[in-house]
């Protein structure tokens, strides 16, 4: 058994992403990320009825917590869209679908 050299300690926010990567695990990790700046992005009034919950691709799937709230975010797709290329930069979605759950 070969004993591991001691070495330079990495920070294991460096290495996590490399880890769900491996893991197959690279849009749950991008959702966790799109969704602790989910609120900075769509604003509050929106975050309180609406969370992203999966990433296909690029096509962010957010759950709305009611049917008129879903029909109303719908129509502001292109804001919201606008307001993660803004806080997200390259890592934001092309695209978005809402469903109520």
């Not at 197959?24 to 919950?53: F, N, S, Y």
């Not at 008129?68 to 390259?90: D, F, K, M, T």
Request: glycine share 8%; charged share 30%; hydrophobic share 40%.
């Amino acid at each position: 058994m070969r004993r591991r050299s001691r070495g330079r300690f990495e920070p294991i926010g460096s290495l996590l992403p490399q880890v769900m990567n491996d893991l197959g695990l690279t849009d749950t990790a991008r959702v966790m990320q799109i969704a602790a700046r989910w609120e900075e992005a769509v604003g509050r009034e929106i975050a309180k009825h609406c969370r992203p919950t999966a990433l296909r691709g690029e096509l962010l799937e957010a759950t709305v917590d009611s049917s008129v709230w879903c029909q109303q975010l719908q129509l502001r797709v292109p804001e919201i869209l606008e307001g993660l290329r803004r806080v997200l930069g390259e890592e934001a979605p092309s695209d978005l679908r809402m469903r109520v759950g």
